[in-house]
């Protein structure tokens, strides 16, 4: 009979040995240790192969893809291969607090739908300075779209969900697979069609319980700018978020992406399609005027001022 963990683990990675054994050693030292870990390489990759193969935990599995394939690709191959009742997702470059799981699993099991997503906040870390996010959590019948995407300050991280937080039950990651070509906002999206299923609940855990490193010297998707492909995505989405998140989306994240072209065509455009399609709120064309007004680096340092703390902090005692 094949054992059959309470809880699976999926981590995607390709060529990064050092960020996925950092991840793995993170599930491993868990609190509850009835778990399994599945690492999805994404592609031939025999530096990462055998940095795993070091590793002496019969917890740990290796799942080799023929071919690179992308990150949701290869979270939906590990999803598939788990033998958990539960599924949480992790990506390489971010860790895990010794107590996240076995929180997470006391909120699932309390959770009023019979199939709850169970998200937390997290330390945002950056080279410059940490914040926790999300700065708040969903308020009582609070549309999951609008919880997500709405501001009610000028910087991100209102309301928030992060792959790395993610834990459901193992069938909803059959049922709802990521969308594989998508390259920024995967976990949004995967979120929200999700919840639209009449038994899926959103939960947050109000601690910190997973580190986000946003290292900003390296390769990463995060970094990444393509707003045409995202409007592209969003369009395709409406039925995904009430007119007030879609408008919040669209002037905030999206204009994000987009103001670097410093474009006066793409500012009317980012403008139209929010007004068009969505019901902006103040705080919606404030957030769009500073982004689009102020450069990038003036923005990160002072959000960063406003919401930062130092590098000596909360997530180094936590540990």
């Given at each position: 009979?094949?054992?059959?963990?309470?809880?699976?683990?999926?981590?995607?990675?390709?060529?990064?040995?050092?960020?996925?054994?950092?991840?793995?050693?993170?599930?491993?030292?868990?609190?509850?240790?009835?778990?399994?870990?599945?690492?999805?390489?994404?592609?031939?990759?025999?530096?990462?192969?055998?940095?795993?193969?070091?590793?002496?935990?019969?917890?740990?599995?290796?799942?080799?893809?023929?071919?690179?394939?992308?990150?949701?690709?290869?979270?939906?191959?590990?999803?598939?291969?788990?033998?958990?009742?539960?599924?949480?997702?992790?990506?390489?470059?971010?860790?895990?607090?010794?107590?996240?799981?076995?929180?997470?699993?006391?909120?699932?099991?309390?959770?009023?739908?019979?199939?709850?997503?169970?998200?937390?906040?997290?330390?945002?870390?950056?080279?410059?300075?940490?914040?926790?996010?999300?700065?708040?959590?969903?308020?009582?019948?609070?549309?999951?779209?609008?919880?997500?995407?709405?501001?009610?300050?000028?910087?991100?991280?209102?309301?928030?969900?992060?792959?790395?937080?993610?834990?459901?039950?193992?069938?909803?990651?059959?049922?709802?697979?990521?969308?594989?070509?998508?390259?920024?906002?995967?976990?949004?999206?995967?979120?929200?069609?999700?919840?639209?299923?009449?038994?899926?609940?959103?939960?947050?855990?109000?601690?910190?319980?997973?580190?986000?490193?946003?290292?900003?010297?390296?390769?990463r998707i995060s970094l990444e700018m393509p707003w045409r492909q995202q409007l592209e995505w969003l369009q395709r989405s409406r039925d995904l978020f009430t007119p007030r998140a879609y408008?919040?989306?669209?002037?905030?994240?999206?204009?994000?992406?987009?103001?670097?072209?410093?474009?006066?065509?793409?500012?009317g455009e980012l403008l139209r399609e929010a007004r068009t399609h969505g019901r902006p709120g103040a705080i919606d064309y404030l957030t769009f005027l500073q982004i689009w007004g102020l450069?990038?680096?003036?923005?990160?340092?002072?959000?960063?001022?406003?919401?930062?703390?130092?590098?000596?902090?909360?997530?180094?005692?936590?540990?």
């Amino acid at each position: 009979m094949t054992y059959a963990p309470e809880v699976s683990v999926v981590i995607p990675t390709r060529s990064r040995p050092d960020l996925v054994t950092r991840a793995v050693s993170g599930v491993l030292a868990q609190t509850m240790d009835d778990l399994e870990v599945i690492v999805v390489v994404d592609g031939p990759d025999e530096g990462t192969v055998t940095a795993l193969a070091a590793i002496p935990d019969h917890r740990l599995r290796v799942l080799v893809q023929p071919s690179k394939g992308g990150a949701p690709h290869a979270r939906n191959t590990g999803a598939r291969a788990a033998r958990g009742r539960w599924t949480a997702m992790l990506d390489d470059d971010d860790e895990w607090l010794p107590a996240k799981l076995e929180v997470q699993l006391k909120l699932a099991y309390s959770a009023r739908a019979a199939t709850p997503i169970v998200a937390s906040r997290l330390f945002n870390r950056t080279p410059r300075a940490e914040s926790v996010m999300p700065r708040r959590l969903p308020g009582p019948d609070e549309p999951v779209s609008e919880y997500l995407t709405v501001r009610r300050g000028l910087f991100y991280g209102d309301g928030f969900i992060q792959t790395s937080t993610i834990l459901a039950p193992a069938e909803l990651f059959h049922r709802v697979p990521f969308t594989v070509g998508l390259r920024r906002q995967q976990e949004l999206d995967w979120t929200l069609r999700a919840v639209r299923h009449d038994d899926v609940e959103l939960v947050v855990a109000p601690d910190p319980l997973v580190i986000w490193h946003q290292d900003e010297d390296r390769e990463r998707i995060s970094l990444e700018m393509p707003w045409r492909q995202q409007l592209e995505w969003l369009q395709r989405s409406r039925d995904l978020f009430t007119p007030r998140a879609y408008a919040a989306f669209t002037m905030s994240v999206l204009s994000s992406m987009a103001a670097p072209t410093r474009s006066p065509k793409v500012f009317g455009e980012l403008l139209r399609e929010a007004r068009t399609h969505g019901r902006p709120g103040a705080i919606d064309y404030l957030t769009f005027l500073q982004i689009w007004g102020l450069p990038p680096e003036v923005r990160h340092r002072l959000r960063d001022r406003v919401l930062g703390r130092g590098r000596t902090n909360r997530a180094d005692a936590a540990r």
